[in-house]
């Protein structure tokens, strides 16, 4: 049984049906690409995995370590193990990094961390990430560049360490730098504590960086191909147009 | 209450305007600034106190009227009902000492209703001439300190509870720094109500002289005494008319500081505080007002002289069906001269919370620099908060502008952190304090921070159903 396990899931916003049966199993230790065109419906399952409020589960279920976690409130779900990082993250103006991030984990505790285990777990997080110290004491992604942001989502995660991280578009809008140090922190993660991750990207750069074993491509609400790495080598040679051709007749079929 | 009878309307004073007839529903707005001499003027306290008693005589309760957007209307006070007690001396009521924070402290001075119940002061300090006193102590052991300063802002006749106070104060502190001293703990100032049927006249009166640097803290407590029943018994009151002046002579510093909490009781409070910048002086000044069921202050910040300078912070926090009334003036007479103002409110439950901040440049006080903002946030359906900035600008070589915002909670921010495993009561409070604390911060004296924080908090616990059916709503 995976860690992990969206069953046919159907999610509808006010206005219309975005999401028309998803399966997916992760685990522990696996590392998940999620890819598809704009408007397929990646960061709907996202939020959707954690609970946001404006997406409506109309058939389906999420189980998380066999727990069925469907209409659990997002905190539940993030103290059982669940992380997502945000696309755009959203600024907490008047909170420092590191007193988020004391909250957050004292939130999954019973009792509050001691000072100086919380200073042990930053200093590696901040080696990890290679963010700079001072980053730390500024206000949460309050005036943040792009890439601030996207490292700031993956401090969070390295100490929250949670069982799986769903990762949405953090890819986007970085520059290579930015790319290669959040890529390579989520591969260490992978590597040091078993992170199990789903990668949900629009383009193939960031795995070339961090290494997927499995790939989904979403299209139109519905996963149409999966596969192991080469999928994405093929997806890089031929683009989402011809894979829509070709699972077109076959998608239709399937429901 | 027991006041003279009779006498004769008030007669002008100094150069303050009479008011011609005064009546329960003026129209005329007194969202004006104080500008100008005040009532003291050289008249002697029992001058004051006889031409005050005169106004309070023939005025009624005043009521301050913004068309179209609130008036703070007095009728529900019963003045009659109300008194200064007797207070046993030595006595510091329970609210003070579970409040105020274990921190060394340069002096202090508490009043419980109408008595000074305890004054401290540094030994080291009273040596280098520092006073803290009572005001009556002050008058009497003083006179050529304070009567230069009493009144010398304060007017005595814009409504009958500032004519109350004038006419009526008992007990009241004085503080003096003298020239070039420089004091790191504060003075702390303290206004207490223990129960209610209490009348506070309190009048403080604060100078700091040359090159003079020091710290106020003024705390306003009472005892949670309840509010009125609705039952038709008498109502259970408190009032609270206080009127605050603050001096600093030239190159002074001064950090002031005012937290204000009257507690779950029907205390009303209608204030005045004046504070007054000399020549390259500076003042910091940060009310914190958390709490009253009817509140109106009128707090002013004046550049006197030139190079004068100042931060004017605030914060208000309105719960339940509380009632506040805050009208702030930043007031340029001379310049150069520089001003920053900054207030954030937030409303829970039905309160109501208004803010009229007014940016005045007198003719003259050219190359001023002045900036205004006011920020609140609605935590409740039922809440109303309203905030209206104004500029009165009679110089042609200076920069005022003003801006603000209105928000709510920011549900995209909750599900951020919902999702970092903060449940939604303690997402709500990240953001509430987060609002708050760029200006707690500036305070920079952490027992205060802490027990203003403190208090944020215990509001945002209590207001936690309002702000959930606020979300529920939207």
Partial sequence: MADLEIRDLHVRTEDREILMGVDLDISRGEIHALM?????????????????????????????????????EPHERAKAGLFLAFQYPVSIPGVSVANFLRMAINAKREDPIQVKEFRTQLQHAIELLDVDRAFTSRHLNDGFSGGEKKRAEILQMAMLAPDVAILDETDSGLDIDALRTVAEGVQRLHDEQGLGALIITHYQRILHYVKPQFVHILMDGRIVLEGGVELVERLEREGYDQIRQEVGSAGELAV | MSAPAGGAPAAPAGSAPVQEKAG??????????????????????????????????????????????WTTSLSELDLDSLSVPDVEAGKVPGVVTRTLPERPRAGRIVQNAGTVVDLQLDPQLSARGV???????????????????????????????????AAMWTGGAFLFVPAGVVVEDPFEIVYAIDGPGVAQYARTLVVGDERSEFRVHEYDLAEDFGASAEDGSPPQQALHAGAFELYLRDGARCRLAQMQD??????????????GVGRDAHCHWLPALLGGHLVRQHLELAVMEKGGDMAFRGLFFTEQNEHLDVFAVDLHETGPSGGDVHWRGAATGESRASFEGLIQIEPGAQQTHTYLQIHSMMLSPKARLDAIPSVLVSADDVSASHGGTVGELDESAIFYMQTRGLDRPAAVRVIVEGFFEPLIAELSDEPLEELIRAKVAEKLAAAGEDIEAYATSR
């Avoid at chain 2, 009257?262 to 504070?275: C, H, I, K, M, P």
């Fill in chain 2, 24 to 69: 329960r529903h003026r129209e005329a707005s007194l969202y004006h600034a104080l500008n100008g001499a005040g009532a003291g003027n050289g008249r002697s306290l029992a001058q004051l106190r006889e031409a005050a008693l005169r106004t309070f005589e023939t005025s009624e309760l005043p009521v301050w009227r913004r068309s179209g957007f």
């Fill in chain 2, 262 to 275: 009257w507690g779950g009781g029907d205390v009303f409070d209608v204030s005045t505080r004046f504070v």
């Fill in chain 2, 131 to 165: 006073i803290l006193c009572s005001l009556e102590d002050a008058f009497r052991d003083h006179p050529a300190l304070v009567e230069p300063w009493y009144s010398k802002r304060l007017t005595l006749d814009r409504h009958k509870l500032e004519a109350a106070n």
């Fill in chain 1, 36 to 72: 598809g065109p704009n408007g397929s419906g990646k960061s709907t399952l996202a939020n959707t995995l954690l609970g946001h409020p404006s997406y409506e589960i109309t058939e389906g279920s999420i189980t998380f370590k066999g727990e069925d976690i469907t209409s659990s």
